[in-house]
């Protein structure tokens, strides 16, 4: 699941790969961008803004790029046969004399001038991998919204970015706090946030996305994809329910017993 220590990786090797050569050859599979050609221009850099990437490219230009839930960038050698999908899937090829970066079923694909960069990552809260990475800053968006659940509140990526719904529910259960639990009467709000942290930080230079330390194959995380086993803690069963907006209803999985949900608020 491309959360922001994935889009933080992709961003890293399609740094190395294009960064400061030029472009030998380019192609848009998207409607609007069909026309554009922009061989010959060198790529500047390539840097992730929480799930968004931005491929800077020639003086001007910045190529914006969102993962969503099923798209991926692959890195491939010239000749190399593509993995990614098939080739109806393929939204963007961006070529030079030693690598082919093509971006598979890229749900959001624009092409910005610099200056408007802000308009496509402007409205994200701090990145938990950005170099600005500002805990206070996330603590404070999260507490502009007190009653909102805990669970929907990580994953707006206004109040922090970078944390998609597997790292909300790993770092939930770590913290022992319920995804049903107000934002205001989360016992220790700042660790919360830096554990999610670390655990993106952790996480970020490899594909696997172990939040409990054991890399062995089904043993990676505490509750997520888990609903009706045993929590590995406890053995109480993982439960699992949508919760949110039902427009943007995320499942969530969580122990009750290690994430009970706060008492009821004593009368004042
Ligand atoms: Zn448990």
Redesign the pocket.
């Given at each position: 699941m491309p959360e922001g220590d994935t889009v933080w990786l992709a961003a890293r090797r399609m740094h190395d790969a294009l960064a400061g050569r030029a472009l030998t050859r380019t192609d848009f599979q998207v409607p609007q961008l069909a026309t554009v050609d922009l061989a010959g221009q060198n790529v500047q850099d390539v840097v992730s803004r929480g799930k968004h990437l931005l491929t800077r490219i020639g003086p001007d230009l910045t190529l914006h790029t969102h993962f969503k839930m099923e798209g991926s960038w692959h890195l491939y050698r010239p000749g190399e046969r593509w993995r990614g999908g098939p080739g109806h899937q393929v939204r963007i090829l961006l070529e030079n004399s030693e690598w082919q970066a093509v971006g598979f079923r890229l749900p959001v694909v624009e092409l910005l001038k610099r200056s408007e960069e802000g308009d496509a990552v402007g409205h994200l809260g701090p990145d938990l991998l950005g170099p600005d990475w500002d805990l206070e800053e996330a603590v404070r968006r999260l507490l502009a919204a007190p009653d909102r659940s805990i669970g929907e509140a990580l994953l707006d990526q206004r109040n922090l970015a970078g944390i998609g719904n597997l790292y909300k529910m790993e770092v939930l259960?770590l913290q022992g706090v319920s995804p049903w639990t107000p934002v205001g009467r989360v016992g220790d709000l700042p660790r919360l946030v830096s554990r999610a942290q670390l655990l993106l930080e952790h996480n970020r230079d490899e594909p696997a996305q172990v939040t409990t330390g054991d890399t062995r194959r089904g043993q990676h995380h505490w509750?997520y994809g888990r609903g009706g086993r045993?929590?590995?803690?406890?053995?109480?069963t993982?439960l699992v329910k949508g919760q949110g907006d039902p427009a943007y209803e995320r499942v969530t999985f969580w122990?009750?017993?290690?994430?009970p949900e706060p008492a009821q608020a004593e009368p004042s």
């Open positions: 259960f509750v045993p929590c590995r803690r406890c053995s109480t993982i122990c009750p017993r290690c994430q």
